[in-house]
């Protein structure tokens, strides 16, 4: 586990570590300088060093970046160093740092007015994780010229202009190749566009301590083995759970195979699907294990919706149904007496959608998976407000109604209450096609079959789901990739 931390969390276990422990700030921002520096002399990065700007602000990140080419100079690389602001803003340790850099015979210059095109490589120094506020000014044109340049850029902590909490640009943000954060990976870092801004992220730690555990988190390749439920040697199919996938509707059954199918492929060890009768033919013929009980439309039979959910372990419901009667008779009565954990999908939330009111009858441990269009009508918000504020929206939906809430993105969150939240970090954008959201819910329903606590299973699925989409990936490619592939890769990912 790979804990993601806020600002708040940061500043915190910054201050503690200096305060409480006695290791002195300027200790920590020159054991994070020599972090950098080694980053820029490490051969694999292939750095040209041949000129090098260091660009810094007045807060503390400004004065790792004069420590930065105070260290560099030692090494004889030509350097040249750009404070940028208003010092009378200047931090005491960064004070401390032009003190030292002045002794060292370093000088420095104000902002370019033209470019930075005679430099090889910028280290970016100019904000650190506090920034809340728009990127104007001096700042703005020294950021713009950065990203103009051809020099690669390795960002301190941060790339600057970037929010730490949300990745969100503040006006302007810094491009970088490389970012070297301290201590922790920052939320802003894992989430779009700061993801996507910040380039290999490399985490350096330089002795900061975490008194308290940080509230975000995301799981690492080297996890997986111990994240999965385990088979035992003495078992038979009963043992890895039943599997109920209320799914499907006229002409539209593939959602229900990609479902009970990657349920299969994850363990589980009975899925029985519950479809439209006009679906019953093709679904055995596409997947032969699958049980199979009909239902005629607008004849739901309730008696045999009850044994069913007498019979199942975890029940799935709404893939591929469609917002009808059907669904919402279906979906109330699930809700209202079903005691084994429920996940409802794709038009099982477009029917709660209309009426939320749904939730509250709940009897069980409900995991509700919306893509961004789905959340945008149960929460009724814009799209873009919504992926702004991933995190929030998710955590508030999961608190407002006691639901766990995957709300799925290029970085699916997970919000528990109760819980840290998990970010996501696996996974590519040729899983951006239809029927994969299909494929993260029949994982998550064989993961809770075999007994994982629908806590752990919610994260964990989106996870692997993600592996297994970038081992589809390494075998088709990002164009043509399908959400069926992605079923198949699990072969790779659980061959553990």
């Known amino acids: 586990m790979q804990y993601l931390v806020t600002s708040s969390e940061m ?75 208003n010092p009378e803003n200047a931090s005491n340790e960064t004070l401390q740092q032009i003190k030292i850099a002045q002794h060292y015979n370093i000088t420095f210059a104000t902002s370019p007015t033209n470019s930075f095109a005679k430099y090889t490589t910028i280290v970016d120094a100019i904000f650190g994780i506090g920034l809340n506020r728009i990127v104007t000014g001096d700042f703005f044109h020294t950021i713009e010229l950065i990203n103009q340049s051809n020099a690669e850029v390795i960002a301190v902590d941060i790339p600057s202009g970037l929010c730490s909490n949300t990745g969100k640009i503040l006006g302007i943000a810094i491009k970088a190749k490389q970012t070297v954060t301290f201590a922790y990976s920052k939320i802003g870092l894992s989430l779009y566009p700061g993801a996507e801004l910040a380039g290999e992220i490399t985490i350096a730690d330089i002795g900061i301590y975490a008194n308290t555990p940080a509230s975000h988190y995301t799981y690492q390749s080297n996890e997986l083995s111990q994240l999965l439920p385990q088979r035992s040697n003495n078992s038979h199919k009963g043992s890895y759970g039943k599997v109920l996938i209320i799914a499907g509707s006229e002409n539209m059954s593939g959602a229900a195979f990609f479902s009970a199918k990657a349920a299969y492929k994850t363990g589980a060890g009975l899925v029985r699907i519950y479809t439209p009768i006009c679906n019953r033919d093709i679904l055995l013929t596409q997947l032969p294990e699958v049980l199979l009980t009909p239902y005629i439309p607008n004849k739901i039979d309730i008696t045999k919706l009850e044994e069913l959910i007498n019979w199942a372990s975890i029940i799935v419901i709404g893939p591929g149904m469609g917002v009808s009667d059907d669904t919402h008779k279906i979906l109330a009565h699930v809700l209202q007496y079903a005691t084994i954990p429920i996940i409802i999908d794709a038009d099982g939330l477009n029917t709660l959608a209309k009426n939320l009111k749904l939730l509250e009858q709940a009897q069980s441990t409900v995991i509700v998976t919306p893509h961004l269009g789905e959340m945008s009508r149960l929460v009724n918000l814009p799209i873009e407000k919504i992926k702004a504020n991933l995190i929030m929206t998710a955590k508030k939906f999961a608190q407002d109604f006691n639901v766990t809430c995957v709300l799925k993105d290029a970085k699916t969150i997970v919000a528990i209450p109760g819980h840290a939240t998990y970010i996501n970090q696996s996974g590519n954008n040729g899983m951006s096609t239809g029927g994969t959201g299909d494929v993260l819910t029949g994982i998550m329903a064989g993961l809770i079959a075999q007994h994982l606590s629908p806590t752990k299973a919610a994260p964990v699925s989106v996870y692997l789901h993600g592996l297994a989409g970038d081992a589809a990936l390494k075998r088709h490619n990002k164009y043509s990739l399908l959400a069926s592939d992605i079923i198949e890769s699990l072969n790779d990912i659980l061959n553990i």
């Open 11 to 85: 500043k915190h276990y910054d201050a503690y570590t200096s305060n409480e422990i006695g290791l002195p700030s300027l200790v920590l921002m020159e054991r994070a300088a020599l972090a950098v520096v080694n980053q820029l002399n490490n051969n694999n990065n292939n750095y040209n060093l041949n000129k090098v700007a260091v660009v810094c602000g007045y807060g503390n990140n400004g004065g790792d970046g004069i420590a930065i080419a105070r260290l560099l100079k030692l090494q004889n690389i030509d350097v040249d160093v750009y404070l940028i602001g």
